[in-house]
Every structure is written in C-alpha cells, then in structure tokens.
C-alpha cells in the first residue's frame, strides 16, 4: 500500500500547487498591478464589452470578492476576454498550441538524439580528449543564449543549407492553388527544422550528461564484468544495459525541463516569428493584453506542474531500486 | 533497435501533430479561411507582398493601421481615387458635377454594378453610408466622419444617381471623399445596433468573406499572417493583373528583406532605412524611392486642463527644447541620410505646405539662454528646476525630468530617434526616460486615458511622446487631429483651441483655393506656433520589387486601387 | 523512508533529483571537471571583471556617440566594426560587460541572500520553520521561471533595479534547498552539538560555526546564480523589456536583431556580444560545477541541471534526522 500511498501524497501536492499557482497569478496580475488589468485601456473597445469587463472581474469590488469571481470563472474555465480582440482568450490560445507542439517536441527529440549520442561515445571514449571535448561543446551550447544561438542559426546556416529563416510555413503554399498534404507537411517542417534545431542544441548539454553518467555506472558493474567474459561486445552490453539504464532518467529529465523548454521557446519563436504560444506571449505583452497573458502564464505553469507530477510517477514506478 | 523505434514513433508523432496544425498559422486567433482556389490559375501569379505593419481592422470606422486603410481600399469602393498623376479620377464614379453655389455634388455611378454576395449595389447603398456616417459622426463613425465634414445628407435619385449635399461650399470634396469608402447597407445596416455603436465594434475581417465590391475580396484573413486577396470577377475598374494578392506580416524587417532576396516574396512594400544600400546591391531586386507622406515628431501633451508638469504647455519652452534636437543626426542614424527636416504638420507631400514656418534652428547655446530667461535654473546636479506657481492648477517645484512615451509600433528606429533627442535634452539640463507603451493601441491607450470616463480624466497620462503620422495630399485630415472633436478618436495631443478649431471649420468652407491656401497656411502657422508638435523629419517612402514583376505603382500606396491591380509579369 | 533512502543524495528529499547518481562519486568527480577547468573558468570571470570595472578607461570611443558609419566592417579604425548606430561595436561590449555582469551579480547576490537565508534558518530550527519553508520554496520551483520573468518584467516596469530584483527573486530557490541540506547536514556535526551542549546560543551556533561551513558550497552556487542571471537578463532585454537607457550584451544582441544586421551581413554586431555572454556562462558553470564537486562528492546536486531545472522534491519530506 505504499504505493498507492506515494502517489495520493503526490498528487495532492500537486493540486495544491496548482491551487497556489492559480492564486499567484491572481495575485500578479490584479492585485498589484491594479487599472493595469481593466479593460479600461481599449480604444476599440465596446462600451458594453468594458461594462461587461468591470462587472465581471468585479473591478469595483474588493480584491477579495475579486478573488471569489476569479477561482468562480477558472472553475468553469473562463478565462476572460482578450482585451484587443474582445473574444474569449480561450479561443486565441488554441491555434498557438498547436503550432508550438510539434516543434518543440522535435527539439526535445533532437535534444535526446544528441544527448544520447554524445554521452555514450564520451562514456565509451572516457577521460580522452573526445571525451573532454565532447562535454565542453555540450557545455559551450548550454551556455549560449538561446535567441542569439537562433540568430546565428539564421546567420550562418539557413541560406546555406536552404531552410527558411522564419514563419510556420509558406504562406502562398495552398493559398491561391491547391497543394497537397505531402507538400504542406514537407513545408511545415522544413520550418520546423530550425526552431527545434536551436532548443536540441541548448537542451542537449543534460541529456548528455545523464546518458554519459548512466553509461559509466553500467560499464563498471559486475555483471557487464560477466557479460565482457561471455565473449558479449562492448556495443552490445552499450546497448541492452547502459541506455535502458539511461532510459528513465532522460524520461525524467525531459519532464523536468520543460520548465525550461517552455521559457526557451519565447525567444525562438520570437527570432524567427514562428506563431506558437511563445510569440503569442511576446504579443500579448506588447498589446498589454492581461487576460491573455495571465491565461497563458497559468498554462504554462500547470503544464509543468503537471509534468513534474508525471516524471514523479514514473520514476516511481520504473526505478528498480525504489521498493515499496 | 529500441532507441530506433522510439525516434521513429516520436518523429511520426511529430509530422503528424504538425499537419493537424495546418489549418492556418496566426498567433492570436484570428484566421478565418474560406475558398480561396482560382480556377487555373498557377501559383507564380500571384502577387506575393511582405510586410511589417499589419492589417488591424477591415471596418473603416474601426482602425488605426495604414496598413488597414489600404486593405479596405482595394475590396471596398469608392467614388474617387488619384491617377498617377495625383489628380483625381473616378473609381466608381464615372462623372461628377457641382450644383452652381457648390452646396450640391452629383455623382453618376458605374452601372450594372453587384457586391460579392450577388446583390445589387446601387447608389443607395453609397447615400446610406453617407448618412449614417454623418449621423453618428460624434461617437460611433467619427473615425470616418472626418472625411464628411460639412455634408448635410446623401441621397440617390435613381440607381446611379447619388447626390450630396453639403451644407456650405466646400473646397476640398474630392479630397475629402477620395477617403470614403462604401459600405454595402444590407450587410451594415442590420449591425448598427443603438447610436449605431454597433458599426464601430462590427469586425468583418473575422466573418469572410468579406461582402465588398472593390477590385478584390478578402478570402484569407489572418492578423498576423497572410490576408489573401481574390480577385473580384464583377468588379467594375480595370481588374487586376495578379491572379491573387498574399500580404504576409512578419514580425522582423530582415526576414522581408531576406525572403525578397530568395524570391519567396515578389514585393517588399517597405524596405527599413538600415538595409536600404544592402538591398540595392541584391541583384533581382529593384529598389524604388519616392517622397513619403510620414513625419516623424515630438508629441507634447497640449491638454490645457492638464494637471501635472503644466510648463510643457509653454510654447516657448517647448521651442527651447526643440532648438538643442539634433535632426541632422536622426536623419544620419535613423534614416540613414533618406529624409529631409520638416516643420509643418501636414508634411511635404502636401501641396499646401506652408513654406514660411521656422525653420528650427539647432542651436543649443541660444536655447540653454532661452531656458534661463524663462527663469528655469539648474539645480546641483545639473538638472533645471521647475519654480512653484500659484493660483489655479498650482504645482510645487520640482525638477525638469519626464518620461518620454513611444510606441513599439513604429517602422522606423524610435529608439535611436529617442537617444538623440534624449542628448539634445540633457545638454539642456533637462532629463528624459523613454517609457515604452506597447503597439499603437496600447501606447495611444495610455495618450487619451480612459476614453469612456470622465472628459476631465481624458489626456492626463503623459507629458511627451515620439511617434509619427501618415499624411495626406489634402491637409485636411492632419489639420483635423489637433481638434477638440478629434479627442478619442485620431488625437493624440489633446490639443484644445476653440479658435483653431474655427478657423479649421473654415478651411473646409472655402471654396476659393487661394482663399482656402491662406487658412491653411495659417492654420499650420498656429500649430507650429503652440508647438503641439516638434516636427522632426520627413522621410522618403522606400521598396522594393522583385524583377520578375513589372508595372508597379508604389507611390499610389493608399490612393489608388492600381496599387495592388496594376502590377504584372512581362 | 525506505522509499528514499537507497536514492539518498545530500539533497535527500527528491526522488527524481537523484537523476546523475551514481554509486562511484569517484567517476563523476576526477571525469567531469578538474581543478583545471576551475581554474581557467576563475581566470576568465577575473579579466571580464577587470573589464568591467575599468571600462570607461579600455573603451576606445564613447560607446553612445555615433563614431563612424552604420554597420562599417572591422578595420584597424573600428576594431569590431559599428552597430547600427554608428557606435564602435567593441566600445559597445565593453560598457556592456559592465550592465551584464553587475546585474549578474547583483542578482544573484538577492538570490543567494534570500536563499540562503531560508536555507540556513530552515537546515537550522528544523521543524515547523522547516516545514513551511520548503514547502513554500517547493511550489515556488514549479513556477516556470521564464515566463514569470518576462511577465513581470513587463508588468513592473523596465528598469535596472527591478529587473535586478526580479531575477533575484525567482532563482533564489535551488540555493534555498542546497544551503538547507548542507546546513542540516553540519547541524548534525558532533562540535556543533557540543557547542549547544554547552550553552551557546543560537545566532552564535549559526554564524560561528555553521555559516562558515556552508559559505564554499555558497560561493559556488553563487557562482552557478551569476551564470543564471546573466542569462535571464539577456532574455528579458532580447524581448524589449530592459531597461532602455542602458547598455548590456543582451541589449546588443537585441539590437543586432532589431537593427537588421543580418540583411547587412554585419557579422560583427551579432557574434560578439553572444560569444562574450557565452564564455562568462560556461566560465561561471565551469568554477561552481568544479568547486561543489570538489566540496562534497556525495553532494548530487553538482549536476548541471540544477541550475536549468530547478529540482523540485518528488518524495515527501525524508524523515528528518
């Protein structure tokens, strides 16, 4: 029962972050930024979508009742209405998620790919100079800004190797004449390429260091001993043991940094004006548009909240060496 | 073999998350899609058009972009429009004459004309924008009752037949209704809601097609991405050459650039002052120049109920100021030499420029001088000191230092234009910090203070700002945005002068051009002489083409529907 | 618990933390970084401090004034080149380093206060303090930080010294856990018992006797917090929410994007300030992984990616010793 045990423990605690995350975003944004939240500030604003606004997030009433209204609208998932557009925030958050999804799952992949490439030739190559050399490129990657890593792709690679430097996709592909699935999916990833590229190569630093460490604790123990003697190659015990040992801490870890992913993807897809959540953020901030932006915060930080919560179950229940 | 396995399931995952994105691309939501196919008609027709400033509205009651006003221009009709020649030409009009004391214009219309959706558009549909828009002309439309200054009522004594009454001769009605664009009532009418309010927040961009009658229809629309322009099969002018116009937005002036230079984009409708010499050197490309209708400025706060920091209402300080701005600079920097110095409101490419205004010297000894004769003296740590006043709107005394607002919308450098007035500033002993507003609406938000407040609230949340302006041939609508009955709507100063506000009603009355000419010089003379505005540059309009495409007309950007229909591939 | 004690790091509550464990501290240690790389990464920081510092003394031209033609090349006259204002590029990052780095350490010096001081006044009463301190410092770890960053930032207004306070206060958690753990970890020492034993009181226990242990694995993480705010301050400026009077790196690489470098081809404007950032970053991360390596072998948290994660705690709170 211990198990069960754990996983209740965990999962309350992450409700109760998401409740306090919920009431720091209150917090932000109303209580101490005030009129900066109104829905005052619009030119093109109705009358009756400002009436609308001052009645609905109480703005006449005290921060209290204000709270009440705010956790009352979250729970049936309103969000507000975007300041600029009068529409439902909700609405505006869809198409941006979709776009950001796949790229930046495809620079976790990249991420993983390099990790685990790099880590096992330095573990396999260890105390060498492709050993040193491959860490201190990994850490010389992490340490670069992530939007100056995407201008210097943009710079130094695109016209090179003939990808395209920004957007999501061509935008007269399919506009005026047909175009077939093929072609538009050919289209959406030869941007995609770029963007992900940059994340891969910011992210990929960790990931090489767990596989390298997984590698190094595999290769010493004693079984691999018996397997050497077996007559079985080095690849092989590489293979079977150190990368399933691998396995669940990269698992975990690409949980872990989406904390970090989420906060990269701002500044590549502001470089190269790929339309995903992050440049919608960028836009929310330039337009002041509040209600976006605190929907959008709260996403974000319940997604990673979420996936805390995942990469804490899994390893639970994956990791050998944790008995119940 | 499993590490394999796992890439090849996650990239699978990977192309297939990334088609179910493939219905359109925007960022904030706003894409509406509808049929968009042309029979035939191959993909290298189409007109490919890269820009930085956005279409932010398709309601001519309801926008701030010029972008926005181009856009309407092509699908919706007009009366008039200018020839290459900047003389006026009928768009929908085929003729016109005037009633012998000038108060009644006649207009034949083009017969045998539809609107998209099939119906019948007929000079009805013109006398009923005209008067609704003079109807609600002090709220709702008075974003597009500038243009109709001085018109009593429409009315369309048969199909084509459409005649407008002024209420006095007016000077400039070709000018003034060249901005009118013509709604069709069956589809405007049912929206205007009570005080027609409903006109204003009625948003047809995100309910396409867009029922228009122009020289295209608008079958994509995506805020930040690519707005699509369909050809209008039944349009009555001369059709468009392109078999499709895409205006794609991009968030960064070198990707324009840099897609121009690959051949993805065929036009670049405006090429940023710092890559001007790079792009000239690109070899299938064709820079263009003409003079530019921007100013660019210094907004001072002209409210006279304004509360704080009430010395930035003295002109003469204001002309201290301005004397120590180096333009020759911000002509260097930011322009990169493509601009001239300009004094009057309505800008060179005006024909009615007051040539006798100024010009503003650089001089900041004689404007350091003039500061301490106005009695401010600098404090100790070099900064002047505001003396205490008395009496109604009293101020304690405190130090000359503001904050300078500026917008993130600009399409040139404010940036670099705000350093060099901030040095200009500080070798005056006054001190400035630049407050960044956000886009237009946000920054002209934080201008005009809560519109729908109290008026004594109104234009109370800056001191100084640097923006620009895009005017016109007539200097109508430029003089128009000083005026009391601009507040909310196009001014940003907050200037408040009955006597302005007169003599500007009397522009628009004088039918004598070279009567007309004196008011308008002097009412640029009065804006210069307050100081509303510090005039800061004029600069040149610059793009560039793709050599595949010949016949572009640039500089009929915004005056003409041959801006988009004219251009073709040999 | 069970549950956690075969993953037992120093930082013994989180499970998923103990992700670079290994059996052999060895391994990790003399394979990873050596005194070597600390020394190199020392050496590094010192010249770009001594830069900083005498900055107004090693630029060529006054980095504000237009000194020569917008985007001219490198040449013998201008070393780097000039931005797109006509300002000499090497000027530039020379005032830079003084805005990046000061709020480097400035911030991370606002995070290491208010961390450490939850750390120590956590790892010291234990208890109840104990409790509700983590507890807070835990769901302050799962706010992702950049986001908030860039949210309050735009919010708060775009100055130096809210930009400063901002950084400091969203990084100073991962400290908070370090400095507890390690804090704890003396707490248990026998001379610090027999010092209570005899009677001292406890601001004296803490400042005579703990704190001196936990300054090196402190100093370390500061290290570690300079690398972090550098970075966050280039994110923050990059999108236009820096303070706009001020010079930075990450301001330059705004500029270089905003000014249309790459149509000009102007090389010059964009490395640089990238490559100035990047080697203060891997200098910094170099040190601090070097020196808690070196301080505590056992101590797990020398991993690069506290400083990106933020480890959070996965197992409820290991039973206090």
Not at chain 3, 124 to 133: E, K, N
Request: contains cysteine.
């Amino acid at each position: 029962m211990r198990g069960a045990d754990y996983v209740v423990k965990r999962v309350a605690f992450a409700l109760l972050t998401v409740f306090i995350a919920i009431t720091l975003n209150f917090v932000l944004f109303r209580a101490l930024s005030g009129d900066a939240v109104s829905a005052l500030r619009c030119r093109q604003c109705s009358a009756a979508f400002k009436e609308a606004q001052r009645r609905d997030l109480g703005l006449d009433k005290s921060k209290w009742e204000q709270y009440t209204l705010y956790l009352r609208d979250l729970s049936r998932f309103d969000l507000g209405n975007s300041v600029p557009s009068e529409k439902p925030v909700r609405g505006e958050l869809v198409e941006p998620i979709k776009n950001s999804l796949p790229m930046i799952a495809l620079g976790t992949l990249f991420a993983i790919v390099f990790g685990t490439l790099v880590g096992v030739i330095s573990a396999w190559r260890r105390g060498t100079a492709v050993d040193k050399g491959g860490l201190y490129t990994a850490l010389g990657f992490y340490s670069m800004p992530t939007q100056w890593l995407g201008l210097m792709l943009i710079f130094f690679v695109a016209s090179a190797v003939g990808l395209p430097s920004s957007g999501i996709k061509t935008p007269t592909l399919g506009l005026f004449t047909d175009a077939s699935t093929w072609d538009l999916l050919i289209d959406r990833m030869k941007h995609m390429i770029l963007p992900a590229l940059t994340l891969g190569l910011v992210l990929y630093g960790d990931y090489a260091l767990i596989v390298r460490s997984a590698m190094l604790e595999t290769l010493g123990e004693d079984y691999v001993l018996t397997a050497r003697a077996k007559g079985l190659k080095n690849w092989a015990i590489v293979r079977r043991h150190g990368l399933r040992n691998a396995m669940l801490p990269i698992i975990t870890l690409v949980a872990l940094s989406l904390g970090f992913i989420i906060g990269g993807s701002i500044t590549v897809e502001y470089v190269f004006s790929y339309p995903g959540l992050g440049l919608l953020t960028v836009e929310a901030i330039d337009k002041r548009d509040f209600p976006l932006l605190q929907a959008i915060f709260m996403l974000l930080t319940i997604s990673v909240i979420f996936f805390n919560l995942l990469a804490d179950l899994l390893y639970f229940k994956f990791d050998p060496r944790v008995t119940t | 073999m499993r590490a394999r396995r796992v890439v090849g399931v996650a990239l699978t995952a990977i192309a297939l998350m990334a088609v179910s994105g493939c219905t359109g691309g925007s960022s904030d939501g706003d894409t509406t899609g509808g049929d968009t196919s042309t029979a035939g008609a191959s993909s290298s027709d189409v007109l490919r058009i890269g820009t930085t400033n956005y279409i932010d509205s398709l309601n001519p009651f309801n926008y701030i972009e010029s972008q926005a006003y181009t856009a309407m221009m092509m699908i919706y009709p007009q009366l008039v429009q200018y020839n290459a020649d900047f003389e006026f030409e009928g768009d929908w009009a085929e003729s016109w004459t005037t009633s012998d004391d000038g108060k009644d214009w006649t207009f034949k219309l083009r017969p045998d004309t539809k609107w998209s959706d099939g119906e019948p558009m007929t000079a009805a549909d013109a006398a009923w924008t005209i008067n609704t828009t003079v109807k609600y002309k002090d709220d709702a439309t008075a974003v597009a009752a500038a243009a109709l200054a001085n018109v009593k009522n429409a009315e369309a004594t048969d199909d084509t037949t459409l005649v407008i009454h002024y209420s006095s001769a007016v000077g400039n009605v070709l000018p003034q209704l060249e901005q009118l664009f013509i709604l069709p009532e069956h589809v405007w009418a049912p929206k205007a809601g009570a005080n027609g309010k409903g006109l204003k927040t009625y948003k047809p961009e995100l309910n396409l097609p867009v029922v228009s009658g122009g020289a295209y229809t608008i079958t994509q629309y995506e805020k930040k991405g690519t707005t699509a322009f369909k050809p209008y099969p039944d349009f009555y002018g001369p059709p468009s050459h392109a078999s499709g116009v895409a205006l794609t937005f991009y968030t960064n002036a070198d990707a324009v650039i840099a897609d121009l230079t690959k051949g993805e984009l065929d036009w670049a409708d405006q090429v940023p002052f710092q890559a001007v010499n790079a792009v000239k050197k690109a070899e299938n490309v064709v820079v263009n120049e003409w003079p530019g209708s921007e100013t660019t400025n210094i907004t001072w706060n002209s409210n006279p109920a304004k509360k704080k920091n009430r010395e930035l209402l003295a002109p003469a300080l204001k002309k201290a100021l301005s004397m120590c701005v180096d333009r020759d600079q911000i002509i260097d920097v930011v322009f990169a030499g493509y601009a001239t110095k300009v004094e009057s409101i309505v800008g060179h490419i005006s024909p009615l420029e007051n040539p006798n205004l100024g010009p503003l010297e650089y001089n900041c000894a004689a404007a350091n001088t003039a500061l301490n004769k106005l009695g401010f003296k600098r404090g100790a740590d070099g900064i002047r000191v505001v003396p205490a006043t008395t009496g109604a709107n009293a101020q304690g005394e405190h130090k000359m230092s503001y904050e300078i607002l500026t917008p993130t919308s600009t399409d040139f450098n404010v940036d670099r234009s705000f350093d060099i007035v901030k040095d200009g500033f500080a070798k005056l002993g006054v001190k400035v910090t630049q407050k960044v507003g956000g886009d237009a609406t946000a920054t002209y938000a934080i201008q005009t203070g809560d519109c729908s407040g109290p008026v004594s609230e109104q234009y109370q949340g800056y001191d100084i700002a640097m923006w620009d302006w895009v005017g016109y041939l007539d200097p109508d609508f430029m003089l128009s945005v000083v005026t009391k009955g601009q507040w909310c709507s196009w001014s940003d100063t907050g200037a408040n002068n009955p006597s302005y506000d007169k003599l500007y009603v009397k522009q628009g009355v004088t039918v004598d051009p070279e009567a007309r000419k004196n008011v308008v010089y002097a009412l640029q003379k009065i804006v210069y002489d307050n100081f509303y505005y510090t005039q800061l540059t004029n600069h040149v309009a610059i793009d560039a083409t793709s050599k595949k495409w010949t016949d572009f007309e640039s500089e009929l950007g915004g005056y003409s529907k041959v801006y988009y229909t004219s251009p073709r591939q040999p | 618990m069970s549950l956690i004690e075969p993953i037992q790091a120093a930082d013994e509550d989180s499970l998923a933390h103990g992700i670079a464990k290994t059996s052999r501290p060895g391994f990790v240690r003399s394979t990873l970084l050596g005194n070597r790389a600390a020394m190199v990464g020392l050496g590094i920081i010192g010249f770009f401090v001594f830069v900083a510092i005498f900055a107004p003394w090693l630029e060529p031209y006054d980095p504000t004034e237009k000194v020569g033609p917008v985007y001219a090349p490198p040449s013998s006259e201008f070393w780097l080149g000039t931005d797109d204002g006509g300002g000499d590029m090497l000027s530039l990052l020379i005032a830079g380093s003084r805005v990046s780095l000061g709020v480097g350490f400035l911030a991370a010096l606002v995070a290491i206060l208010i961390g450490g001081t939850v750390g120590v006044l956590s790892g010291y009463f234990g208890g109840a303090t104990d409790t509700v301190l983590m507890r807070f410092t835990d769901y302050m770890l799962v706010i992702p930080d950049i986001p908030l960053m860039i949210i309050a930032a735009a919010l708060f207004g775009r100055n130096l010294t809210n930009i400063v306070v901002i950084i400091g206060i969203i990084y100073w958690t991962s400290t908070a856990r370090l400095i507890r753990a390690q804090v704890k970890s003396v707490r248990e020492r026998v001379y610090v018992k027999r010092a209570q034993a005899l009677g001292a009181g406890n601001r004296r226990l803490v400042f005579k006797h703990v704190l001196p242990q936990v300054a090196p694995l402190l100093i370390a993480n500061t290290v570690l917090m300079i690398a972090l705010a550098i970075f966050a301050e280039t994110f923050i400026t990059f999108l236009g929410l820096g303070d706009p009077s001020t010079i930075s790196w990450g301001r330059l690489i705004e500029n270089a994007f905003t000014g249309e470098a790459t149509i000009n081809n102007a090389w010059w404007a964009i490395v640089p300030p990238g490559v100035c950032v990047t080697i203060v970053i891997l200098a910094c991360t170099m040190v601090g992984q070097s020196v808690e390596d070196g301080l505590n072998p056992r101590l797990r948290v020398g991993h690069v990616s506290v400083k990106r994660f933020r480890v959070r705690p996965a197992g409820t709170k290991a039973a206090d010793k």
